[in-house]
């Protein structure tokens, strides 16, 4: 991902999220140095993912797929790639948080090997006040 890749980002995030992530987001992604990626097909962006690299663990910020792609097997693509470029970078272990109600995303994480670590209470905003999110993580 570069910044010249923020208004493909941007036409996503708001589609698929009750509350996105904002440009500024991104930029500061960029500008810390996480491993920020895009995720083409044919000519278009139709994904993303950020991934924080911290010593021998690795954060995933954020991993995306532009709704009217979704269900294709892009999601599990996108996440191979990620686990594959925490180990090149030395990760030893990879942690995500995602919504309780994230029924999608779980079964996806879960599937790719993911445990469930911790609950973390009222991690996100949410329509009625906060929710709840699930810590997973793996061995790499
Ligand atoms: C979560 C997300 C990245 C998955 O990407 P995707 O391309 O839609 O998912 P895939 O086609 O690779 O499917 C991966 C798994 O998700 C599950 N899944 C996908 N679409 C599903 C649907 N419509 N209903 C139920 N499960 C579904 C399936 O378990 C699937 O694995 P399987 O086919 O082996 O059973 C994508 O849906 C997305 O961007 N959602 C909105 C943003 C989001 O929630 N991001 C994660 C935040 S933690």
Known sequence: MQL?????VMA?????????????NFRDSL??????????????IIGYAVLMLVLD???LLNISIAKAAQGNGHGRALLDRMMEKAREHGALNLF???RVSNKVAIRLYEN???NEMAIRRKYYPAENGREDAILMGMAL
């Open 4 to 8: 010249s890749d923020l208004d493909a």
């Open 12 to 24: 996503i995030e708001p589609e698929i999220y009750a509350f996105p992530w904002t440009a500024g």
């Open 31 to 44: 500008n810390a140095g996480h491993s920020c990626w895009v995720y083409e097909h044919g000519q278009s």
């Open 57 to 59: 663990e690795a954060h």
């Open 96 to 98: 995500l948080e995602v």
């Open 112 to 114: 790719a090997g993911f």
